[in-house]
């Protein structure tokens, strides 16, 4: 019968117990814990969505005041237009004979 300490320089063998011990360690752990966990996933899913909801809420103003901005450098660039073509429909003015 192999000895002790030759099973356990087993790659093989220490990962087969590490595997069993998660096995049998894992449901007993979420079984012990799940009371503590629920409330502060709550609370994690909670405050995302509350962050979520904020980012929505800001991302809407920064929105509206994008569009405002564009409304207002559009009409701008019209009046711009606008007093160019004018100028450029105007007759020449003509030099006063005051002299």
Do not use: C
Not at 7 to 27: D, E, H, M, Q, Y
Not at 43 to 51: D, N
Not at 70 to 94: G, K, N, S, T
């Amino acid at each position: 019968m192999p000895q002790l300490t030759t099973l356990t320089k087993s790659k093989a063998v220490r990962n087969t117990a590490i595997g069993i011990g998660v096995a049998v360690l894992v449901p007993v752990a979420v079984t012990f814990l799940a009371p503590y966990v629920r409330p502060a996933a709550r609370s994690a899913v909670k405050a995302g969505l509350l962050a979520w909801e904020k980012g929505k809420e800001i991302a809407a103003e920064v929105g509206e005041v994008m569009d405002d901005l564009v409304a207002e450098v559009r009409d701008e660039l019209r009046e711009e237009r606008e007093r160019a073509m004018a100028e450029m429909h105007e007759p020449p003015e003509r030099p006063s004979d005051e002299a």
